[in-house]
T-cell receptor, first 115, second 113 residues
Framework: AQSVTQLDSHVSVSEGTPVLLRCNYSSSYSPSLFWYVQHPNKGLQLLLKYTSAATLVKGINGFEAEFKKSETSFHLTKPSAHMSDAAEYFCVVSLANFGNEKLTFGTGTRLTIIP | DTAVSQTPKYLVTQMGNDKSIKCEQNLGHDTMYWYKQDSKKFLKIMFSYNNKELIINETVPNRFSPKSPDKAHLNLHINSLELGDSAVYFC????????????FGPGTRLTVT
């Protein structure tokens, strides 16, 4: 069984300040982990993914995440928030199923940027 | 060029009706998926198809029937619509095997009245 827990349903930061979105995972096997972003009334876009290579993963738009096995965490960070970062963020764990990816989504964290 | 497209974007219908949502991808992927996003933004996989073959079938009422005429298309037909079916439905596609990114469509907002 696999699951992810996003520890904050809503995070607000001021523009130009750091962003931290927290995610803990549970998986019976070495997991593949993703962060997806959903802007209002849009589909989902991949920010970054971890697949057992480097533990610090860099993604698009200045986001990065660090896989910490000892803490079962995969927190998403960005040094300086921009207004365009306001969106819903989903932490996702993947279990390969006969070659097909079955994604299990967290409940999402809504990021608000204060001007 | 739209990678994963869905039609319609919005669908409003009455309880008891039958409706379909269409999905097409032009990425050459072998695998396609349907997800349901509820009013609290929670996303859950419903089905996945690989080369027109059903691979993942989560606990979904049998009123929902996916159909894949070819590997570029995965349609979702829903019979006897209920109020609880109101949600946003996302189609996605990916390459087969390994850990590949899933590309999502823009979503179809279904409202059952």
């Amino acid at each position: 069984a696999q699951s992810v827990t996003q520890l904050d349903s809503h995070v607000s930061v001021s523009e130009g300040t750091p962003v931290l979105l927290r995610c803990n995972y549970s998986s019976s096997y070495s997991p593949s982990l993703f962060w997806y972003v959903q802007h209002p009334n849009k589909g989902l876009q991949l920010l970054l993914k971890y697949t057992s290579a480097a533990t610090l993963v860099k993604g698009i738009n200045g986001f990065e995440a660090e896989f910490k096995k000892s803490e079962t965490s995969f927190h998403l960070t960005k040094p300086s928030a921009h207004m365009s970062d306001a969106a819903e963020y989903f932490c996702v764990v993947s279990l390969a199923n006969f070659g097909n990816e079955k994604l299990t989504f967290g409940t999402g964290t809504r990021l608000t940027i204060i001007p | 060029d739209t990678a994963v497209s869905q039609t319609p974007k919005y669908l409003v219908t009455q309880m008891g009706n039958d409706k379909s949502i269409k999905c097409e991808q032009n990425l050459g992927h072998d695998t396609m998926y349907w997800y349901k996003q509820d009013s609290k933004k929670f996303l859950k996989i419903m089905f996945s198809y690989n080369n027109k073959e059903l691979i993942i079938n989560e606990t979904v009422p049998n009123r929902f029937s996916p159909k894949s005429p070819d590997k570029a298309h995965l349609n979702l037909h829903i019979n006897s619509l209920e109020l609880g079916d109101s949600a946003v439905y996302f189609c996605a596609s990916s390459q087969m095997g390994g850990v590949y990114e899933q590309y999502f469509g823009p979503g179809t907002r279904l409202t059952v009245t």
